[in-house]
């Protein structure tokens, strides 16, 4: 398997723009998760799914964000509009239930 | 609430020393522990995880941890490390399929 994918790898966009992050899970892995990683406030949980279904997604800072899971296969993290303070790598987990989270390797958003 | 603290936030420590990085949860019943590295510029990758059974768990590279339930606590253990070891480490404890991450522990090993 060739492992959690996530695109783009790096974005780089003015404020105000509307960023959508992807992300492919291991096959057969039935949870998904977001998060964010920055130096100041670490590694965040913003949400996750469950059969594609979203379980909990109060990690989500504010409206501005947004995440879709429309199929076993594919999810999306939306922001719009973009701020600098979203800068920040932004990390897909997916799992089978009880087992250890797999990562994509990021994608790192810069925010000007 | 659900939460776990990791007792150091920057280890610095020279090569062959021994490590031991604290780790405790307030959940009740039933955890998961794992403990995830992320080497400079790469994304989280699996150490070691207890599920049952012997709460001493060996993961890669030489870590261990041990699990004890009445501490509540999941501390990782390596006796000599080396200089490829400098990476962040990362507590989580898993109960009803939700990993709660730790803040963190940023380990620099001198040369």
């Known amino acids: 398997d060739a492992g959690v994918i996530q695109s783009p790898r790096h974005e780089v966009t003015e404020m105000g723009q509307e960023v959508t992050l992807r992300c492919k899970p291991i096959?057969?892995?039935?949870?998904l998760f977001w998060y964010r990683q920055t130096m100041m406030r670490g590694l965040e949980l913003l949400i996750y799914?469950?059969?594609?279904?979203?379980?909990?997604d109060s990690g989500m800072p504010e409206d501005r964000f947004s995440a879709k899971m429309p199929n076993a296969s594919f999810s999306t993290l939306k922001i719009q509009p973009s701020e600098p303070r979203d800068s920040a790598v932004y990390f897909c987990?997916?799992?089978?239930?009880?087992?250890?989270?797999?990562f994509g390797p990021g994608t790192r958003l810069t925010v000007t | 609430a659900q939460s776990v603290s990791q007792h150091n936030h920057h280890v610095i420590l020279s090569e062959a020393a021994s490590l031991e990085l604290g780790c405790n949860y307030s959940?009740?019943?039933?955890?998961?522990l794992f403990w995830y590295v992320q080497y400079p510029g790469q994304h989280l990758q699996l150490l070691l995880k207890?599920?049952?059974?012997?709460?001493l768990v060996k993961g890669i590279k030489g870590f261990e941890a041990e699990f004890i339930k009445s501490k509540f606590s999941f501390n990782l253990r390596k006796p000599s490390v080396q200089w490829s070891d400098t990476a962040e480490y990362f507590c989580?404890?898993?109960?009803?399929?939700?990993?709660?991450f730790g803040k963190g522990t940023r380990l620099h090993i001198l040369p």
């Open positions: 987990a997916s799992t089978q239930s009880g087992y250890e989270q797999y």
């Open positions: 096959s057969g892995h039935d949870y």
């Open positions: 799914f469950n059969n594609n279904v979203p379980i909990d």
């Open positions: 959940y009740g019943g039933t955890v998961n």
């Open positions: 207890y599920f049952s059974g012997d709460p």
């Open positions: 989580a404890p898993d109960r009803d399929d939700k990993i709660i």
